[in-house]
């Protein structure tokens, strides 16, 4: 265990197992159609790799990078793109795949964003969610884990952009944080 890990949250075996449903899952309910994955960077990544891997559909990806608009602004839901997708979406099966769904604004804001360019469809799938902290109400399709009211890293998720190579979901230590 990482040496600034207080506990682990999510073991790497429960999160391969839950990863192996949820493209199970997917892949019964897109079967014979393809799949536009859209990864929203960078936290998806590591979640978006094992998932796709357990997809049995044609899998095409493109990937978005967003960011808040400063944490003073963050609950007015402003949202900035820093990359946008490279092609038109119009009439793909679109999936969005997050790690994490907090407030929900991120993701408000990209359905909204996403579904003014005539997807044919569009589904979210996040590996987590913390369903305590929510302002604004989304609706996600796939969800990994429901997780409580703590601040995790590993899998994709950083603090301060550390630990996202860690591979399971851990909560750090207080001091830590507290630098
Ligand atoms: C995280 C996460 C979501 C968003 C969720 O991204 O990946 O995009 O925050 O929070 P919300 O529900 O409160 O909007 P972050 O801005 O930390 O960027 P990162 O993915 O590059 O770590």
Redesign the pocket.
């Known amino acids: 265990m990482h040496p600034d890990v207080q506990k682990i949250l999510l073991s790497e075996e429960q999160i391969r197992e839950r990863v192996k449903e949820l493209g199970q899952q997917i892949s019964q309910d897109y079967h014979a159609r393809e799949v536009l994955v859209v990864g929203?960077?960078?936290?998806?990544m590591i979640f978006l790799a094992d998932l796709v891997r357990n997809l049995s559909v044609s899998t095409y990806f493109d990937f978005m990078?967003?960011?808040?608009y400063g944490s003073g602004t963050?609950s007015s839901g402003a949202v900035r793109i820093l990359k946008d997708l490279d092609k038109s979406i119009e009439g793909k099966h679109v999936l969005i795949v997050?790690?994490?769904?907090?407030?929900?604004?991120?993701?408000k804001y990209l359905v909204e964003n996403l579904k003014s360019r005539n997807p044919e469809s569009l589904k979210i799938c996040t590996l987590l969610d913390k369903p305590d902290?929510r302002t604004v109400d989304v609706q996600v399709d796939y969800t990994g884990f429901t997780i409580p009211n703590e601040f995790v890293v590993g899998y994709?998720?950083?603090f301060d952009e550390r630990y996202r190579n860690l591979p399971y979901i851990a909560v750090l230590k207080p001091e830590v944080y507290q630098g």
């Open positions: 929203i960077l960078k936290g998806a990078a967003v960011s808040s963050k997050e790690d994490i769904v907090d407030t929900g604004l991120t993701l902290r994709g998720l950083d």
